[in-house]
């Protein structure tokens, strides 16, 4: 068994984080080391195929108890080739996490709960996601739309809001809605 990355002197044991995802859990800190080779057979299972993913749930409009681990901050060697792991920033609404893996072997460590959080985000079955560009860029596109729905709402009021949100999805779903949206637009210069 190996060492946690997080509290170098404590021994990993066996244990489940999800059906079928062997891991090395440590019974100090809570926090889970999943070995490449057990997360790639279990997220075959899960998903077969590889294919294009999306967000789907945008994590700062995730609003769950979640505690922070103490130790999120501290940097961590490899449990199994001792590199150290790389940071995936994960911002929900109240906080934000990192979720390390290993650039050598590819290797995930989760501290208490991030697991979880990953579960609810869908990003379980795809964690490798987490460390990319598209990721960030997709989360702050979303993020940001989501701003301007809430300032919408704020200024119009929700039932005004609403309603523009409707017509916003019809016109965007129309052959011809830039015809409608050229239209408003004449109507508010003049």
Request: charged residues 25%; proline residues 6%; aromatic residues 8%.
């Amino acid at each position: 068994m190996s060492q946690c990355p997080k509290e170098g002197e404590v021994t990993l044991q066996a244990c489940q984080l999800s059906l079928g995802l062997a891991a090395e859990g440590c019974p100090s800190c809570g926090g889970a080391w999943i070995p490449p080779e057990h997360y790639e057979k279990w997220k075959q299972r899960q998903i077969g195929a590889d294919a294009p993913l999306h967000v789907a749930v945008l994590p700062m409009m995730l609003n769950v108890p979640f505690q922070v681990s103490p130790l999120d901050n501290r940097a961590a060697l490899c449990p199994d080739c001792k590199h150290y792991m790389v940071r995936g920033r994960v911002n929900l609404s109240s906080s934000a996490f990192y979720v390390e893996r290993c650039p050598n072997c590819q290797g995930i460590w989760c501290d208490q709960g991030e697991w979880e959080i990953l579960q609810k985000l869908k990003l379980d079955a795809h964690v490798e996601y987490i460390f990319s560009g598209d990721w960030r860029a997709q989360v702050r596109a979303l993020e940001q739309g989501e701003r301007e729905k809430l300032a919408t709402v704020e200024k119009l009021g929700p039932d005004l809001a609403k309603r523009i949100f409707e017509l916003a999805d019809l016109l965007e779903n129309h052959p011809n809605g830039d015809f409608g949206v050229a239209y408003l637009m004449r109507r508010f210069e003049s």
